[in-house]
């Protein structure tokens, strides 16, 4: 009588059990690791495995992107690092943890402190008029500005000047006369009934004389300069 032992198949290659006259190639999505292999093995989280993957278990996904789930074929399967993570190295299971204060990190990015290089995927330094904590960008309020790269915290428009949102310096925006802005204003205070203003970039309501009219920031530095 013939051999009762199954035939041996190469690597990436399985025989379907005793009476097996021929071998298969392994299916995507599985490996099939050494010569008596007689089922395919689902192939890892973290990697990818193509038709006929052998003892390699297919390759891993690249930087940048993680699998956690099995039996995936294909390098598009990996999934790009996700908003506020980075994904350090080869064969990620999972995101390694959120990115830095004053970066952000918005898609692929494979470092806590991006560079702004596409190498280190999509993401980089704090934009001026941004703020970024914990990997997340977000645009400075009005009555706040950002005028340098890399905050993790938006600061107070300068009294005298007010900031719309999302500004790009403390002195952009002159308050106008008939009104006052003091500091973290978003836009020009409308003078009450009754009062005026004639100075631009005017902080406050000043009471004298019955009469109330606003003073400018350059009249108050010149007040404490005496």
């Known amino acids: ?10 690597d990436g290659y399985y025989n379907e059990g005793l009476r097996a006259k021929t071998c298969v190639v392994c299916p995507a999505g599985s490996y099939c ?9 689902a192939c890892p989280a973290g990697r990818y495995c193509p038709k006929q993957s052998g003892s390699s278990k297919g390759s891993p996904c690249p ?5 956690d789930e099995t039996n995936k074929s294909e390098s598009r399967d990996c999934k790009s690092c996700t908003t506020g993570f980075y994904c350090s190295g080869t064969g ?4 390694a943890g959120p990115c830095q204060d004053s ?9 806590d402190r991006p560079t702004g290089n596409e190498k280190t995927g999509i993401g980089g330094p704090c934009e001026i008029g941004y703020a970024c904590k914990a990997g997340l960008r977000e645009r400075c309020d009005p009555g706040y500005y950002s005028d340098t790269t890399g905050l993790s915290e938006c600061l107070p428009c300068t009294e005298g000047f007010y900031c719309k949102g ?8 002159t308050c106008e006369a008939g009104g006052y802005c003091p500091a ?4 020009t ?8 203003s004639s100075a631009l970039e005017a902080t406050s309501d000043k009471v004298g004389n019955g009469d109330r009219k606003s003073e400018s920031g350059k009249e108050k530095k010149k007040k404490r300069e005496r």
């Open 166 to 173: 999302g500004e790009s310096s403390a002195e952009q925006i």
């Open 1 to 10: 009588g013939g051999s009762s032992a199954p035939i041996e198949c190469e």
């Open 63 to 67: 930087e940048g992107t993680f699998n």
């Open 33 to 41: 690791p050494d010569k008596g292999t007689v089922s395919p093995t």
């Open 184 to 187: 973290k204003s978003p836009h």
């Open 103 to 111: 970066f952000y990190c918005q898609s692929g990015v494979i470092t």
């Open 92 to 95: 990620q299971t999972a995101v």
């Open 189 to 196: 205070i409308k003078c009450e009934a009754g009062s005026y």
